[in-house]
Each structure stands twice: as C-alpha cells, then as structure tokens.
C-alpha cells in the first residue's frame, strides 16, 4: 500500500495547498479485524450472480482432520507464523478478517489516480487513452464516472459469487481453522467460528487481482504484489492453511473468468464513439426536440463523454428505456426560465454551506468520483454494523450494480435529449466548479447517489433516512455549483429511485434474508 497511499498524500497535500476539497479523497478505513454480528452460515444458498451453480468452481476434497496431510500443513503453517518479519505481520493487521474492504479502498485509490482527462494536443486535437496500449499517452484508462461505476460493478459481483461459492464449500466440508485444531495457533483476529476451507480471503484476493488488472493494466504488477502479500498473510495470521489458500485461488479464478467475460461483451468498448457518431446523435436530438448541447470549452472537444454507455449492457433493468428521463422543459418556458433565474440567484448570492456541499460532492478530476463517495459510505456502514464479508459483498455488489445500471440509464437520457447546460443557455453565465464534457439533462450525481441510496436504505433501514437525505444533497450539490437545472437533478433523482428498485427486488429475492 505504500505507493500508493504516498500517491494520495501528495494529491491531498496539493489540494490543501490550492483550497480544493480533500474530503472525497478516498482513505483507509480506520478499523481492524471485529466479531461478525452474523456468521450467516447459509450465505451458500443464496442465489448467485455470474455463476450458475455454487459447485460450479470445483475444489478437491481437503485432507481430513487427523490426517497426516493435514498435521503436515499444521506444522508448516506454526513455523510460518513464528517466522514472521514485522512487514509480514502488519500486513496481517492492514488485511484484517474482512479484506473486501481494503480491495474496495485499493480500487477507489486507483480510480483518483486515472481520473484525469485527456488534454489537448499543441494542435487543439484530443487523443483518446488506447486499451490496446494502455501504456501510451495519455495512459489508459480515462477512470471517468461511468468507467469506474462499471469497474465498481465486476469487481463487488465477482467478490460476492467467490464468496457464496466459498461459503457452500466451508458447510459442505466443515473443516475447522488452524487455530481450532492447534492450540499453538493462535488467530490474530476475532474467533468467528468460520470454518477455513476453502480460504474465503484467498477468494476476494483473486477475485480483486483479476478484475482491477483487466481494469487498470497498468497496475498488474502493483496488484499481484498486493495479492501475494495478502495470501501469505492468510497464514501468518492462523485462519488458513495452504490448502485452504490453494481452494480459494481456484474459485477466486473460476469466478473472475466469468465475471470478465462478461465485461468483455457488455458494450463498453463502443461507449467512446468516433466524432461522425457523436454528430449523429446530436443532429438526431435536434430534430426530435430543437435543441443540442455544445462543449464551451476551448479547445472545443469534438467528441462528448462516452455518447453510447447507454447502451451497456444493464445488470437489473431489463431495458433502458423503461428508466428513460421524462422530456425536459424547452429552453425558453416558464420551467426553463424559473430554473435559469434560481442559478443566478445562487451564482450572485451562494451561502458558505451551499458552497461547502457543493465542493464535498465535487468529484471531479483526481477524485473517485459519485460511485466512490457511495463505496464510502458503505464501507463506514458495514464496519458499524460489522458485518460478515460475505454480506458485506452482498451489499456492494447490489449497490454497484444498481449505481452502474443508473449510470447507463442517466447517460442514455443525456443523449437522447441531447439537453444544454446552463453556461450555454443563460448570457454571462459561469459556475464555480467547471462544466463536464456530455450533456446536462439528467444529472448524473443525483442518478448514481438515488440509486445508491435506495439500495442501502434496504440494507440498513434504520439509517434510510441519512442516506436518501445524502442523495438530495449530492443532487443540490450540482444546483449550487452552477452545473445543472433543479430539473436535471429532481428528474435524475427519480430516475436513480426507479433504478434501485431493481436491484433492492432483486436483492428481495436471494434467498438471503
């Protein structure tokens, strides 16, 4: 973790030095291994998603309990933990007994570093990051808030179906942790009766080194390091034994086949389009409705974020168009006029408050963007009420499938309706946090942070009322900065609602409850 935890304390420091908001920078969650309130020992049955079947991942039977096979692994796994170099024995406390987290951390860190955009060429043209050589400037990816809602989304469901399919092992074969069966053991966490094979651990370290390589190539190197580091400190920390880890390993590489393979054909890869597409599409709005959106900037960028991430493919909705945004208001209408007129207000007359929110929920450049400030306040919410990793999985993996599913339907309403942001429709207007490159209407914070509060107000009713009031901020946050019409945010509020839905009935269903 070191480089990159000196990464984001330079951005932190920078941001500091400059007044820019440091509070959505993502950092390590203050917390160590904790007593599970559930061990949900029949998390095996719960319905899976990438995986058809939860022996689906074959695993050999382990060596028995009093086996020689077994004692032999006892014995090596003592001398490993008396051996232990001091690196090695903090990496048993940085991993604690609930590791999703740090691999949720780890992919919000990676997202700040490639949240940069492309500049221009001395020429005024733009070059796009190539996935065929991520290497090349500008370096790939672009980790912009659709890319890394989608990422967000492979990582927690390959994570979630490793750990069903971890957990019917563990019921079927029943065999006890090291430290059970040797009292020279002692566990470095708390003793939560799970049994230990296959490694449960091993399963979320796979799983996260598979999907955040194919995510960010670049880092390949810097994640097999991590994940190396956390299978060993499986070990040394008396939870498993190497047959455990080498169980956990083959699941952990069945499910993230799955879970890429399926990336490789959801449609991300047209998302970017070529500027005759992008043309296409805006003339296409201007005859449907009589308006377009332009970028200001200068150089102008001819092409707007990823026109066609409204058609990747959906993880719940069964088709976009039932969560498409109503029509929005014609510039020029009362509606329109009405909503012009309170963002001058704001520009002229913006409160200390109004201008606090609106730089916490920036997410902009070198930010992990809405989707992360959601894993966020996940995160904090699953220490609190310290629940089991398969559980926690459980939450994220229907939280971000549920932001990501709000992120196609908010970008396919973008541009549908091809809708102008208020720097191009109101004379002399300016807003205080930039504008973003694709059109305003709906507004993609209040998209992604609906549906991800709809999701954890299911999971956590007694803080439903904190996390929609959450969701409202964000979606004001972009009223106060000058980024949208009260109708982008209001309308993408109700959109990221209808959204959630799905995957809060979904979720209904999974036999977990």
């Known amino acids: 973790m070191k480089i990159q935890l000196r990464y984001i304390s330079l951005i932190a420091l920078f941001m500091a030095l400059t007044g820019a908001c440091v509070e959505n920078l993502p950092t390590e969650l203050a917390y160590e291994g904790y007593e599970y309130a559930n061990l949900d020992e029949s998390a095996g049955d719960w319905n899976l998603i990438l995986m058809t079947n939860n022996e689906e991942a074959v695993i050999p039977d382990p060596s028995a309990v009093g086996s020689a096979a077994l004692n032999q692994e006892l014995t090596e796994a003592k001398a490993k933990i008396a ?108 003793d939560n009766g799970l049994n230990s094979y296959p490694s449960d651990g091993a399963v979320v370290a796979i799983t ?9 190539p670049l880092e390949k190197e810097y994640l097999a390091k991590l994940a190396d580091e956390h299978l060993e400190s499986l070990v040394v920390a008396g939870i498993n034994v190497k047959s455990d880890v080498d169980a956990g390993i083959l699941i952990g590489t069945e499910v993230s086949k799955k879970a890429l393979a399926r990336a490789a054909t959801d449609g991300m890869k047209n998302a970017q389009t ?32 990823t026109p066609l991430f409204g058609k990747v493919k959906m993880w719940n909705v069964p088709n976009v168009e039932e969560v498409r945004a109503r029509v929005p208001p014609a510039p020029g209408t009362p509606e329109f006029n009405e909503s012009a007129e309170e963002l001058k207000r704001y520009a ?87 504008t973003p490159n694709f059109p305003a209407y709906t507004s993609g914070h209040s998209t992604f942070s ?60 999974d036999q977990a409850d």
């Not at 940069?116 to 020429?123: A, Q, T, V």
């Not at 190539?130 to 790939?140: K, L």
């Not at 332009?294 to 960028?301: A, I, K, Q, S």
């Open 83 to 190: 051996g232990a170099s001091p690196e090695q024995r903090a990496a048993v406390i940085y991993w604690t007994n609930n590791p999703l987290l740090r691999w949720n951390e780890i992919a919000l860190e990676l997202s700040v570093k490639y949240n940069l955009i492309p500049g221009p060429n001395p020429d005024g043209t733009y070059t796009l990051p190539n996935p065929a050589d991520p290497s090349a400037t500008p370096n790939f990816p672009f980790a912009h808030p659709p890319y890394i809602s989608r990422m967000l989304s492979y990582l927690s469901v390959a994570q979630y179906d490793g750990l069903i399919t971890s957990w019917h092992y563990k019921q079927k074969f029943g065999r006890p942790a090291p430290y059970v069966l040797d009292p020279q053991i002692m566990s470095a966490y708390a």
């Open 208 to 216: 996260s080194r598979d999907v955040l390589s194919a995510m960010f």
């Open 274 to 305: 070529p500027k005759a597409k992008s043309d296409s599409i805006k003339n296409a709005a201007f005859e449907r409705f009589g308006w377009q959106w332009d970028n200001m900037e200068t150089p102008v960028r001819p092409v707007g974020l």
């Open 348 to 434: 002229d007359n913006l409160t200390v408050e109004q201008r606090r929110i609106a730089n916490f929920w920036n997410d902009g450049l070198n930010t992990y963007s809405p989707p992360g400030h959601w894993n966020r306040f996940a995160k904090e919410t699953a220490v609190k009420y310290r629940l089991s990793p398969v559980r926690t999985a459980r939450v994220f993996a229907y939280m971000n499938m549920a932001i990501v599913d709000a992120g196609i339907a908010c970008w396919d309403s973008k541009y549908y309706y091809h809708y102008p942001r208020p720097i191009q429709t109101i004379p002399g207007f300016r807003t205080i946090l930039g």
């Open 450 to 509: 609906a549906a991800g509060s709809e999701v954890l107000a299911y999971f956590f009713p007694a803080d439903a009322e904190q996390f929609r009031k959450q969701a409202e901020e964000a979606a004001m946050s972009r009223v106060y900065g000058g980024i949208h019409y009260r109708f982008d945010a209001e309308e993408g509020l109700d959109q990221g609602k209808k959204v959630g839905s799905y995957a809060v009935n979904r979720a209904k269903l």
